[in-house]
């Protein structure tokens, strides 16, 4: 019990807490300035990130990309991808979407909205 104290008293886990947050919100920020580069996603990967003010989800269906719209359709929180079962998961209410955006498990009845896009110098453009 001490050894969680230790952790999660004041200047433990609390203490690290935003720095990662932070860190995590700041690459998140520098794909968005950057732009997504399709070698940025490996097959049968996925991410997500902001383009052009808009939240993406992108799968990478081998150098087949399929970008959606990256808002739940429950209460329009932000899906993150799932590595292991290759699915976009909502962490607010548990919903959950294939790859490609298609609704398997509620609270969401629809799927993800698709979104158009070009390549241009092997990058990630919204049409």
Same mark, same amino acid.
């Given at each position: 019990?001490?050894? +969680?104290? =230790?952790?999660?008293?004041?200047?433990?886990?609390?203490?690290?807490?935003?720095?990662? +947050?932070? #860190?995590?919100?700041?690459?998140?920020?520098?794909?968005?300035?950057?732009?997504?580069?399709?070698?940025?996603?490996?097959?049968?990967?996925?991410?997500?990130? =902001?383009?052009?003010? *808009? &939240? @993406?989800?992108? &799968? %990478?269906? %081998?150098? #087949?990309?399929? @970008? !959606?719209? #990256?808002?739940? =359709?429950? !209460?329009?929180?932000?899906?993150?991808? %799932? @590595?292991?079962?290759?699915?976009?998961?909502?962490?607010?209410?548990?919903?959950?979407? /294939?790859? #490609?955006?298609? @609704?398997?498990?509620?609270?969401?009845? /629809?799927?993800?909205? /698709?979104?158009? &896009?070009?390549? *241009? %110098?092997?990058?990630?453009? !919204?049409?």
């Amino acid at each position: 019990m001490a050894f +969680l104290q =230790k952790w999660t008293g004041s200047g433990g886990l609390r203490r690290f807490l935003p720095n990662i +947050l932070e #860190n995590r919100q700041k690459a998140h920020e520098m794909r968005s300035v950057l732009g997504i580069k399709t070698s940025d996603i490996a097959p049968g990967q996925g991410i997500t990130s =902001k383009i052009d003010e *808009e &939240y @993406v989800a992108i &799968y %990478n269906d %081998n150098d #087949n990309f399929i @970008v !959606l719209r #990256n808002v739940c =359709k429950h !209460l329009a929180c932000q899906t993150e991808w %799932n @590595v292991s079962d290759k699915t976009w998961d909502c962490p607010c209410h548990g919903s959950r979407y /294939k790859a #490609n955006g298609e @609704v398997i498990h509620g609270p969401a009845r /629809k799927s993800l909205d /698709k979104l158009d &896009y070009s390549l *241009e %110098n092997e990058e990630i453009k !919204l049409a």
